[in-house]
């Protein structure tokens, strides 16, 4: 479903395969998207890292020809701070996942967001814990069923997005494994902005969510996902005139874009 | 000179230009001092949301070639262990700086401790090998942390300046050298395995942004950098190359002093109360102690102890109840009396004295 | 000769930066060894801090002050804390406003605080009065090395105010060990 767009390929360690990730994951999606838009920038194996902290989304930088850090449990922002700021000429991408960056790492996140240090961060957004096998997560929806809440979750999950656009990033959107083109699109216009970028990707993970939430087929998931999203300037209308937000719809498209100061910026 | 200004001096000198830290008593001056010469000397100075992400900025500015450090006390030195045991993993050289004050917890922020000694060895989980310096003077602050970054860059292990308040906090003269000497870190080949080691144990380093496109994972990998978690020969054969290439050069890099080795009562000492040590000695001015200092710590010169032929015992001045007398005490047949002394003073050279001529 | 100086007094009043002070004098403008510690609590201003200098011809290997021979003083809660035990064979040097009590050995009594307020306007250099009463009356280190001391110091632009603070200092140390011999 992803289609095989540009030169994602190359940047790919063919030595690494066959990948972890369960068939119908959506995490691959996302990498390809990224790879994409990578390469779309003109940018080299040389000169751009990944780097990626502990859950399945961040296994992705060991599939990459890239130098990259695959570090501890919602740190990889501070491990790539240190990186951008050191080496200012480096791209320097995260991929992270909702765990990671919300959970453990959601003290790293706000302040990078609030440094607004030029980094790109695409999170993987699947609800769920995946590796360790299903447990709730900071993202985990009302009501949503996993190993750690069996009686369906009790708590309200975070906006990633709209937390990135109060803590001050520069860039900001929201797609999901279903929408390729834009997705690919907004992760390029988050690479192009100078400071912090955060894109959202939801995705599928049937083997973790979608079993114990009645979506066990993938195609299910990314039905689910086409049929939930609604688009930015509908869902802002819909606001402004008061109209019931269907229950389980979320807003995707881009957040904010903007040129607030920015940190480890090339002069 | 203030100690924390020799250290961060002395972190100049040697190269550092990346520190990321939080500020924590008594260690703050040196994160201040970091703060303004940084960016005059085309360095970095970062002040992280905590420690946590102050250790994962320096390993990150590492990978890039860069020369980095941190410094922090108990409660951020706790906050660390993780990411250290990564920066093991991986071979990141780097340096921490701990000012040790009293604990557990907050304890006491403003009064002086080593009770951090068996933290910085064996504070993050699986098996490791580290190393740390302990300076006794300001003069040491800036010439042990200079040789901290030789340290890590020559064994690609997170080197350690476990010093304390006291020597953080007194000020005294100091002669700055000219230069200091540095071994610049050893690029890895082209071509060549980036975690394969030669005899001595040690990779090259593969800086980022060189082309290398060299995979960096916690988990455990093979020659490639590959993650392989659940081969048990990879496993052993990396944990046991990351623990003997600092083990097998305790010798390569041992740093001690001995004072009278006929001596039949011998302190053994490092970092404030060697001063202590060596008050007593020149108070009884007769030669009959001895004193074992160390300037490097771990790996501990085991051998260093056989110097002393004649010990009837090692008697151990630590500001904890007994960290380092442990370790002595499992490297020798000579009996070693812990002496400890918590809650901020330095021991009293009298007691020492005292101490000593009891055993002669 | 070993000697051990130690201050006392609240914090906010420079009894960190008097004792930097004349260790630099010592160990820089003197030519002798000099080390500075200092014990504080979690106040940055108020409660009763202490630092000290110790000053020796020698090495100097215990680094801590064990038996001062020289006590500076400057405010009551100090006295009670580091002052009250002083030996008879040391010397001390009181704010006369601000210690109420009076010690067992030798002693001058400064106006040092009143002083500052008074002739020189500006309470905040009272430390600096008392360092040259230190250095007149005790002559630990001598008066051309406190004063380059101070100048390397203090912030800039304050010099002259410090420099007035410090031979302010001198007169009424003198002043005191004349009515002392009197």
Redo the contacts between chains.
Sequence with gaps: MTGNQGGFQDWLREDRLPHIYCTGCGNGTVINCTLDAVDKMGWTPENTVFISGIGCSSRAPGYIVTDSLHTTHGRAIPFATGVKLSRPDLHVVVFTGDGDLAAIGGNHFIHACRRNIDLTVVCMNNFIYGMTGGQGSPCTPMGAISTTTPYGCNEPPFDLASLAVAAGANYVSRWTSYHVRELTKAIRAGLETPGFSLIEAVVQCPTGYGRKNRLREAGAMVAWMRDNAVLMQKWRRMQEEGLPLPSGAFPVGEFVRRNLPAMGVLE | MQGNTACAEGALAAGCRFFGGYPITPSTEIAELMARRMPKVGGTFVQMEDELASIASVIGASWTGTRAMTATSGPGFSLMMENIGYAIMTETPCVIVDVQRGGPSTGQPTRAAQGDMMQCRFGSHGDTSIIAVSPASVQEMYELTAKAFDLADRYRVPTFVMTDEIIGHMRERIAIPDAVGITPRRPLEQGSLPFAAGEDGVPGFPAFGNGYGVHVTGLTHDERGYPSSTDPHVHARLVSRLVEKVEGARREMADFTVTNPDAEVVFISYGAPVRSVEQAIRDMDDGRIGHLRLRVVWPFPDFALAAFTSARVFLMPELNLGQMAREAARLTNVPVVPVPEIGGELHLPDRLIALAEGYL | MRHEVRFSGFGGQGIILSA?IL?RAA??HDGK??????????EARGGASMSAVIIDDEP?????V?SPDVYVIMSQEGFLKYGAGAPESAVMLLDAELVQDRPSCRYHAVPATSEAKNTLKKVIVANIVMLGALVATTGIVSEAAIEKAVLDSVPKGTEDLNLQALRLGFDLGRRSMKDEAA
């Design positions: 930097v260790g160990a820089i060894n000099a080390v500075q510690t200092q014990v504080y609590g979690p100097i290997l215990y680094p801590e064990t």
